[in-house]
């Protein structure tokens, strides 16, 4: 019997927060126990509708296993404003979820910025993360890419404004960044420090990524302390890696990963 395509599943659930506030989320609970759950992690200003997110569900049901996504703090369905969110909101949004939601034994799979809170997210539960996936992993980006980029006139104008419209090839409008965004950002740097990680950790990066740099790849993977660590570069690639070979490519390292803990 086939499984039923997305938009036959149940509608999305929420998770109370603070006050008002709640995580939208979509958990596809399947029956085969044996496999870890899958947690996916989107990228800044994205949401869990995107195609990354909706082909691991798919996948997941194919593969009977339990799989959640969900919208952190001022994305998609979820309550609050994008402006107002922080790396350390969307982390604590990330860990609500592996504490209140998820079972058991997890894969983490972070796009973009959820490369960088997977791993914030395996370094707070280390006993429930038992491996890492990153697509595009954009680790310190706030810090390596965004203020970095900044000439000193930028950063004065920055300064005295609080907040830039930084320009983008997926949003006409560009994305807007907070000067908080960016400060609260540096007390949860991975890149200048050794990781002490030790489940499998797979990093997949596009070497024509435009908006993220595989060498931040690089380096995350050489701070990592674990030794089951690798790294694949998809020639031509650029940020989305929504191509057929790297969506393949992610498919297999899930396989692996999930075949492991059995």
Not at 14 to 28: P, Q, S
Not at 216 to 245: E, F, M, Y
Request: glycine share 10%; charged share 20%.
């Amino acid at each position: 019997m086939n499984n039923p395509p997305l938009a036959l599943l149940p509608e999305p659930l929420k998770l109370k927060r603070d006050g008002k506030n709640f995580i939208e989320y979509n958990r596809l609970d399947q029956k085969n126990k044996n496999l870890p759950e899958v947690l996916f992690l989107s990228g800044f200003k994205s949401d869990m509708m995107g195609t990354k997110a909706t082909y691991l569900e798919n996948l997941c049901q194919d593969r009977g296993q339990t799989y959640t996504r969900f919208d952190y703090f001022g994305h998609g369905l979820s309550s609050g404003e994008f402006t107002e969110g922080t790396i350390g909101l969307w982390l604590s949004d990330t860990l609500a979820m592996i504490d209140e939601v998820t079972c058991g034994p997890l894969i983490l799979v972070g796009s973009s910025m959820g490369g960088w809170l997977m791993i914030l997210a395996a370094l707070a539960r280390p006993d429930r993360i038992c491996g890492l996936i990153g697509i595009a992993a954009a680790p310190d980006f706030t810090e390596e890419l965004i203020w970095a980029g900044f000439t000193e006139t930028q950063r004065l104008d920055f300064l005295r404004q609080g907040i830039i419209q930084t320009p983008s090839q997926y949003e006409h409008e560009g994305f807007p960044i907070t000067l908080q965004l960016v400060e609260e950002g540096r007390g949860h740097l991975v890149l200048r420090k050794a990781l002490p990680i030790q489940c499998p950790v797979h990093l997949i990066h596009g070497d024509n990524d435009q908006d993220v740099p595989f060498e931040l790849s690089q380096r995350l993977a050489k701070n990592v302390k674990s030794p089951a660590v690798t790294l694949t570069l998809i020639k031509g690639g650029d940020h989305r890696l929504n191509t057929p070979l790297a969506l393949g490519r992610l498919a297999s390292i899930l396989d692996e990963v999930s075949e492991g803990e059995r």
